[in-house]
């Protein structure tokens, strides 16, 4: 299966998705591997055996978000110049999003930008953070405040890495998957509902079709000035919960589900999305075993921590929120006492 993203007229930035088409990677110059500890052990070997490049290396980071920092990519950056690598070389991200984030922002930066190629072993970097540029680390104020969009120059997203992959790391992937449906195609939701995700065939067909999402709204839209924004249902709440739990109490895609579930409290109070919508929204994510609550601690603190976030502008809080299901709404004009509101509900 061949999922091709095409960002006319600038067609030196087209590319491919690959399902379950991994034979063999034919690369010109050098690579260079970049993976983690906890992947290198599982697949490392066995997937060095399927590169031909002209020198092959490897680098292995730290396994967690708590490393997706700038020492990590110093730590990464001296690898690669200690090998020589060129500016023909690419960079292989084999790991998760975290990976795939650090890869893609190293080669944005390496000598100026070289090219990479991700190789998503988690199905949440299969569905969503593979595929679109995004690139980038946290730090002390937030969640990939530094970064760029760097296009891959191809995904090669494989079933195999799925079979060993940790129940709670699945389950944080279904939730990139509801949140495409939520937002976009109704249709697919209500299949998700009866959906059995732990049948192989089944699995393949939602990650085809969340692929086949958000590759055509990262074709419309690179660089998140419209639509593309809509793909952060969730994540506004979810970042900061992130950050206040130091990247360590919840998965990525347990906190999106916990900030789409906030999210959708605002949808209702606002009245774009039905009560019932907003408990069957919730019911979805707890079929998956994931979090859809978060005790706040200080209401203050929260709200001000949205002016952090990268879709903030001119001190406005950009809400992504359900419109009904299978549509959305963008709102930058939800004033504070509304949205202090919601945020008492989860205190």
Known sequence: MKINIRFSPLESMDYTVFIDELQELRLKGKAAIITNDKVAPLYL?????????????????KDGEEYKNLQTIEYILNALFSYKLDRKSTLIALGGGVVGDMTGFTAAIYQRGVDFVQIPTTLLAQVDASVGGKTGINNSYGKNLIGVFHQPKAVYCESE????LPKREFNAGVAEIIKMAVMFDKEFYEWLLKADLNDGATLKKAIEKSIGIKSRIVALDEKESGIRAVLNYGHTFAHIIERQTNYREYLHGEAVAIGMVMANELAVKLGFLERNEAIDIEKALQKFFLPTRYKIKNIDDFYNSFFLDKKSFDSKIK?????KIGNFIIKDDTDERTVKDILKVFA
């Open 45 to 61: 070997e066995a997937f060095k055996k399927k590169i031909k490049a002209k020198e092959l290396y490897e680098v292995v980071i």
């Open 319 to 323: 809400f992504i929120i359900p419109n």
């Open 161 to 164: 890495f799925l079979k060993t």
